[in-house]
């Protein structure tokens, strides 16, 4: 049974820092590239940094480059977001997600923690 579960969140004041954990099971988490998405309330999910499997290679969304760092560690099967610099606009439900592509394509959603950045 494959799970996406992500902690880390809560409540912080603006300038402070997170880090969000997304612990995976059932699937070859190392072939996977992972991926941090935010919803805010009454917005679209957005993607707010990815990282591939192999090369390790990552991306950000403008609105977070040089404050976030995406990471894995393959032999615990965690995707880490290391946020620091919080803006009350960081505010919003984080998820995990796993995808692959290939012969056979696979997408796996976490259950969303939620991050407050608020004073």
């Known amino acids: 049974q494959v799970q996406l579960v992500e902690s880390g969140g809560g409540l912080v004041q603006p300038g402070g820092s997170l880090r969000l954990s997304c612990a995976a099971s059932?699937?070859?988490?190392?072939?996977?590239?992972m991926s941090w998405y935010r919803q805010a309330q009454g917005k679209e999910r957005e993607l707010v940094a990815a990282i591939t499997s192999v090369a390790g290679s990552t991306n950000y969304a403008d609105s977070v480059k040089g404050r976030f760092t995406i990471s894995r560690d393959n032999a615990k099967n965690t995707v880490y977001l290391q946020m620091k610099g919080l803006k009350p606009e960081d505010t919003a439900v984080y998820y995990c997600?796993?995808?692959?592509?290939?012969?056979?394509?696979?997408?796996?959603w976490g259950q969303g923690t939620q991050v407050t950045v608020s004073s």
């Open positions: 059932g699937f070859a988490f190392s072939s996977y590239t």
């Open positions: 997600k796993a995808s692959i592509r290939g012969l056979i394509s696979s997408v796996y």
